[in-house]
T-cell receptor
């Protein structure tokens, strides 16, 4: 079955450490996205990528970094510069078409907590 | 600046009755709108969408209405079922469709 796999489901980090969240998709989607969900704040866009080796900052990119070396993979690194990293992180992908109004497909998320 | 707003954080509805979830937006450049449903500890799943050239789109028990002049859309669920209990997000896209702007979500509880 095609889909988006985020791993791990739960992640704990010590203060001052960088941590990388994995996102893999086998939907052959060109575009991939990272969101952060906090209570009462909906989904906020961290980074997105429309094509391999290219990505753009979203609304809350500070303290995060990404790479897009393969079409299938879009890992997110939460760096020690991110002051409030505890959140639920969601990865999404979308097929780009001539009309570009395809809905996003989401993974099941990774919950990151600071020890 | 919240461009997509869902002013009701929660809603309770009796099973079998209609659920109406509302969403307001401020950016007049938005021309495509979607509703997603999300269960706890899972990713959102796409529910229904509407283009700005339409004012209504229906899919089974779900209907989305768009009022462009009021910059308002709503999702109607009829009849509501306990399995509909989830958080519902509206989302909006503008030309280029590269970025999707989400609302803050409304938690729907359908009471058996």
């Amino acid at each position: 079955d095609g889909g988006i796999t985020q791993s791990p489901k739960y992640l704990f980090r010590k203060e001052g450490q960088n941590v990388t969240l994995s996102c893999e998709q086998n939907l052959n989607h060109d575009a991939m996205y990272w969101y952060r969900q906090d209570p009462g704040q909906g989904l906020r866009l961290i980074y997105y990528s429309q094509i391999v080796n290219d990505f753009q900052k979203g609304d809350i990119a500070e303290g995060y970094s990404v790479s897009r070396e393969k079409k299938e993979s879009f890992p997110l690194t939460v760096t020690s510069a991110q002051k409030n990293p505890t959140a639920f992180y969601l990865c999404a992908s979308r097929r780009k078409t001539a009309y570009s109004n395809q809905p996003q497909h989401f993974g099941d998320g990774t919950r990151l907590s600071i020890l | 600046d919240q461009q997509v707003k869902q002013n009701s954080p929660s809603l309770s509805v009796q099973e079998g009755r209609i659920s109406i979830l509302n969403c307001d937006y401020t950016n007049s450049m938005f021309d495509y709108f979607l509703w997603y449903k999300k269960y706890p500890a899972e990713g959102p799943t796409f529910l229904i969408s509407i283009s700005s050239i339409k004012d209504k789109n229906e899919d089974g028990r779900f209907t989305v209405f768009l009022n462009k002049s009021a910059k308002h859309l709503s999702l109607h669920i009829v009849p509501s079922q306990p399995g509909d209990s989830a958080v519902y997000f509206c989302a909006a896209l503008s030309g280029g469709y590269q970025k999707v702007t989400f609302g803050t979500g409304t938690k729907l509880q359908v009471i058996p």
